[in-house]
Each structure stands twice: as C-alpha cells, then as structure tokens.
C-alpha cells in the first residue's frame, strides 16, 4: 500500500487546519506565502509512516475570491478525483456548524461510487456536541462520522489512532520497492562498440586474483552469466555477476552494429543487470555509436558507469612525447598533457553522453588492468545508490524549488505543472507525477527535472523514470 492519506471537502470547513493539526505545524504553508500557489501540499507523518495530503488548491485558476458554484463544483471534483487516484485512505471533511451542502453532497457520491477507504471527519465540533448533529453524516453513508475540532485539537489523539488502525501500523522492516536490494549479487554487463575492449574487460575481470568465478558459468536466460566475487575498498567482499555480451569465451567479431544490437537484444543483457559499463575507447573519443549504444541503456533506466578503455595507449603516447592519435572526429583537440587529454575527453563526455546525468567517468586500460578496482568500486557506489528512497514531502519540495527556478515553458500558451509527486520503485527509480497535461512536459525539462532530482537526492549515475499521471 501506498500510505497516502488525502483530505478532501469543499472549501472553508477547515481542511488546511486539519492537515496542520496533523502535520504539527503552527502556521498554514497555503495561505502565509502570498504569491505562492500551491496545489497540493504534503507533509510526511513521521510517527504514524503516511504522507498526508491537502488537495485544497487544486483546481482553481488564478487567486479569484468570488468563485461561481459551477467553479468549485468544479475544483471539488478535480480534488476529489485526485484523491481516489492517489490516496490509501481519504479523510472526507465536512462543518458540523453549518450543516451539510450540496457540494458534500457531491462529494459523498464521487467517494461512495471508488470504493476507496473513506473517513469521515466532522470539523468544528469545537466544545458542544449539541451543537454538531451527526445524524445528517451519517445519512452520506460513509460509514461512523468522527467528530472533531481541527481548532482546539479534540480528538486529535482519535482521529490519528483511527487512521493508523485504517492504512495499518508503520510496517517493522520497511518493504523493499524494488525486486532486489544491494545485498543480491550485483549483476553487471558491458556495452560498446566492437572493438572498444569490452571482451579484454571481461577477461580481466575473469583472469585476476580478486575475483573468483565458479567452473559452471550460470546462464539466466540465453545470457551466460559468470559469478565472481570483489573486495571493495571497504575490505568486503561483493557478489557479482558478469553478463556476458560479447561472447567472452568466444571472441567471435560481429560484422554490423545492427548485428550486435540484434544480439544485445536476443540477450536481453541491459534489462538483466544492475548496472552497465558503457565501453569508450580512449583514442576513437565520444562517436554517433557510442551516444545510440548509451540511449540502449538510458531507454532502461540503467545505472552507467562510463569506462574509457585503453588508457594506457594514451598514456604511453604522452610518456614518448607522441600524440595519441586521436580520430579527426573525435573532437578532443588541442591536449599537451595526458591530464589535459583526460580532461577534454571528460568534456566531450559531457557534452555528447549529456543524457546520462551525474554518470562516473573511469579512465581505465583492460591491458594494464589500471582502474579496473575503481570500475567495481562505483558499480558498487551505484548499487548502493539504487536503495534510496525518497521522502515524499522533500521530493515535492524539490520538484516546486526546480520548477519556481525555472519554469517550465509554455506548449501551446500553458505550462507543464506537477501537483504532487511520489516515489513508486527502485531499480529503476520511478516517481509518479501527478501534474495537469502529460503532454505538457519536454524532453528538455523532463531531463532539468531528472538533473535536478539527482543533484538533491544524490543519484548521481542513476536516471529517474518519470510516471506522469494527467489531471486537468
Ligand atoms: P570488444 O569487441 O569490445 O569485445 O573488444 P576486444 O576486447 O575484442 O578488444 C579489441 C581490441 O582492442 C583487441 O585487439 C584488444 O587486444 C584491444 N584492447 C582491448 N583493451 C585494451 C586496452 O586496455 N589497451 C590496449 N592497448 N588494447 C586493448
């Protein structure tokens, strides 16, 4: 389950008091920041393990005081709608002071016809229950009303037990959101184009003394898979797995990049491991191949770790005074040193492979096994990166902080706007975003998004596969 709770109800009978009596916070965040418009706020419940919820602002157009009643007829449904999409349990409020509306009464029957886990809370009970009469609530035929007073706390201490007795105590060992953990043997795999070494890689990895692969290769699938086991830099030992692409025993060239992708695919290699080792060679530079093979792995969502092989040949280049080489359409030019060779070829790392954000660049040489450790070191680091989880009131605090900086740009005269978003998985990671037009995102932006999230969360390596959910 989700442990969303989200409050709904027509305006003014206190919902944003309710979600800070809830939240434990003094002021209300929607309406003390003038200018700032916020359609969805969350808070996560640490005590109780939920993330709850006020759907108050959604749905209105612009700070219009005088709504007609078909406008917030309206702006409830859009709410309300929201609510079921997202919510475990939806707190239904309504004034006890003033009696129920026609707008609760629309309300009720959108939450009676989803068959979501309704609790129906009765605000203003403020000191006379006289005063409350709960027999019209119970006619909405959501079950028990609960009174309470959102202004002076009471029944806080019920209405919180009654949440957690509806979505369930905080679980004891947090559920994993992802089929695997880092605890499993990490499953690697290379990638490249012919020729860039990623076979020679394999066979180093297979070859040292570090690691110890089984006599009887695994195979998942039709991939051949080889155990091995690496000290990290911790001293403890990792688990991995090597899914063979390139035919490590066979050594058999392929004659097309069509020919190697048909194979990649039948493999299913990407799809099956943690993290890809995405294979440059050190004297060819970033080309048009590289970039496709790269998009194989991003289209996945896969960790990339980026290995520029046959460092050596670079460096002993620069050791003779000699120039590498370097292909015309490289574009790494205009180097006097090995440091500033590596340094270039970073940029164009940058600039060509820009779609990978944040993704470890290892210069390495399969022939001298230079950097090799380091290659396992951030396959790892990735791994570990793959358990984070993203608390839901910081990941919307992140994403209104990108999209206030920069905002989005008009498709058509309107704007790409997110309302609320949550964390789904691991492995990849998945947010659902819950916005106005799916359609509304660019590429562009999606990628300002993914950066931005990276940066936050500390995800560097990791792509972000976004689940846009249209609400307008
Ligand atoms: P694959 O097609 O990507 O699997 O590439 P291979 O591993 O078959 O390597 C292609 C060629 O590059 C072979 O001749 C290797 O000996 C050579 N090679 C691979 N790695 C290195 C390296 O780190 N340094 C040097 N100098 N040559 C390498």
Redesign the pocket.
């Known amino acids: 389950m989700n442990r969303t709770v989200v409050i709904v109800g027509r305006p003014n009978v206190g919902k944003s008091r309710l979600f800070n009596r809830l939240a434990r916070k003094r002021i209300s965040i929607v309406h003390d920041q003038p200018g700032v418009t916020r359609d969805v706020i969350s808070a996560d419940i640490e005590d109780g393990g939920y993330t709850l919820l006020d759907t108050g602002g959604l749905g209105f157009k612009g700070d219009d005081g005088n709504l007609s009643l078909a406008a917030l007829t309206r702006a409830s449904e859009t709410q309300v709608d929201f609510a079921i999409e997202t919510a475990q349990l939806i707190l239904f409020v309504i004034d006890g002071l003033e009696g129920l509306t026609a707008l609760d009464m629309t309300i009720a029957r959108m939450l009676r016809k989803s068959k979501k886990d309704v609790l129906l809370v009765v605000n203003k009970a403020d000191f006379d229950d006289d005063k409350v009469d709960l027999a019209e609530a119970y006619r909405l035929g959501l079950g028990e009303p609960l009174r309470v007073s959102a202004e002076h706390g009471r029944s806080e201490s019920y209405l919180r037990e009654e949440i957690l007795k509806r979505i369930g105590t905080v679980p004891e060992v947090e559920e994993a959101t992802g089929p695997k953990t880092s605890a499993d043997p990490l499953c690697v795999c290379f990638i490249?184009?012919?020729?860039?070494?990623?076979?020679?890689?394999s066979n180093r990895l297979l070859r040292s003394d570090r690691l110890i692969v089984s006599d009887v290769p695994g195979t998942t699938r039709d991939a051949i898979s080889l155990p091995f086991e690496f000290k990290g830099r911790n001293g403890k030992m990792y688990p991995f797995r090597l899914i063979d692409t390139?035919g490590i025993k066979t050594?058999t060239?392929l004659a097309s990049p069509v020919e190697y992708f048909s194979r990649l695919r039948s493999l299913d290699a990407i799809k099956e491991t943690d993290v890809v080792f995405l294979?440059l060679d050190a004297i060819d530079g970033v080309t048009q191949q590289d970039k496709a093979i790269a998009g194989e792995a991003v289209k996945e969502r896969k960790p990339i770790v980026i290995v520029v092989?046959?460092?050596?040949?670079v460096r002993d280049a620069f050791k003779k005074g000699e120039d590498p080489n370097c292909a015309p359409e490289a574009a790494i030019h205009g180097f006097d040193s090995e440091r500033d060779y590596r340094k270039k070829y970073e940029r164009s790392i940058f600039d060509s492979l820009f779609f990978t954000p944040g993704a470890p660049v290892i210069f390495a040489?399969?022939?001298?096994g230079y950097e090799v450790d380091r290659m396992l070191n951030a396959a790892v680091q990735l791994n570990r990166i793959l358990d984070t989880k993203m608390p839901t009131a910081k990941l919307n605090k992140t994403i209104n902080y990108l999209t206030e900086r920069t905002p989005p740009p008009a498709i058509g005269g309107k704007r790409f706007r997110a309302y609320y978003a949550l964390q789904t998985g691991n492995r990849p990671f998945r947010i659902k975003i819950f916005c106005n037009r799916e359609e509304k995102l660019t590429e562009q932006y999606r990628r300002y998004l993914e950066a931005g999230l990276v940066d936050a969360f500390e995800l560097n390596g990791c792509p972000i596969y976004f689940e846009l959910v249209g609400k307008e």
């Open positions: 490249g184009r012919p020729n860039v070494g990623k076979s020679s890689l390139a050594q060239k294979v092989n046959k460092w050596d040949v040489s399969a022939m001298s």
